[in-house]
Structures are given as C-alpha cells and as structure tokens.
Nanobody
Framework: QVQLVESGGGLVQPGGSVRLSCAAS????????MAWYRQAPGKQRELVAA???????TYADSVKGRFTISRDNAKNTVYLQMNSLKPEDTAIYYC???????????WGQGTQVTVSS
C-alpha cells in the first residue's frame, strides 16, 4: 500500500520560510519521480516543483528562485524548502509520486501552508 505523508505546514509571516517534508512508503522510492502540487481556495491544483529519480528539477515560474525541491533516497523523503513566502503562496500542498514525469500518480493527504501577518 502506497502512503505519502506530508508534514511541516503551518502559519508563517510574509517573507518567512518553511520546509515541507513528504515521507513515502510502499514504493521503491529511488525509481519514482516526486513532486509538490498546491491548491488554493477556489483555484485548480497546480504543479509547484518536481524532481526526477535522477535529480532533475522543474519549477513553476511563480516559485523559481524562492523554492527548492530535494530528495533523500536513504530516508524515502522529498522536501520543499520555501523561502521569501508571499500571501499568494497560501494553499494546501500535496506530495505526489509517479513513474512518469512530471509526476501525477499517488497523492498524499496534503498540508496547509498559510502566509499571513
């Protein structure tokens, strides 16, 4: 059974930073591509960042230079370091794992990130 468990969300002030984690189980992690998506209220879910099994990364234009995706295959975990946060980054952030790229397969339950003063 595949499980993706996100953590690290919360309330952060504009300009602040937060790191999300996604722990995977039930898959051979190092052969899967991983991604972070987000969904804001009233908006469609969008791809934020993706990392291939080989370490190639892709970012949405809106987060380039501010967010960094990384993975630790020894810990079966993917991370999203989010810096210089803006109110428009407020959303539920979801982890995704797939054999295709960018990933759009298995989903986690999501973690809320709220950027507000």
């Amino acid at each position: 059974q595949v499980q993706l468990v996100e953590s690290g969300g919360g309330l952060v002030q504009p300009g602040g930073s937060v790191r999300l984690s996604c722990a995977a189980s039930g898959i051979i992690f190092n052969v899967y591509n991983m991604a972070w998506y987000r969904q804001a209220p009233g908006k469609q879910r969008e791809l934020v960042a993706a990392i291939s099994r080989g370490g190639m990364t892709t970012y949405a234009d809106s987060v380039k230079g501010r967010f960094t995706i990384s993975r630790d295959n020894a810990k079966n975990t993917v991370y999203l370091q989010m810096n210089s946060l803006k109110p428009e980054d407020t959303a539920i952030y979801y982890c995704n794992a797939d054999r295709s790229y960018p990933p759009s397969g298995y989903w986690g339950q999501g973690t809320q990130v709220t950027v507000s003063s």
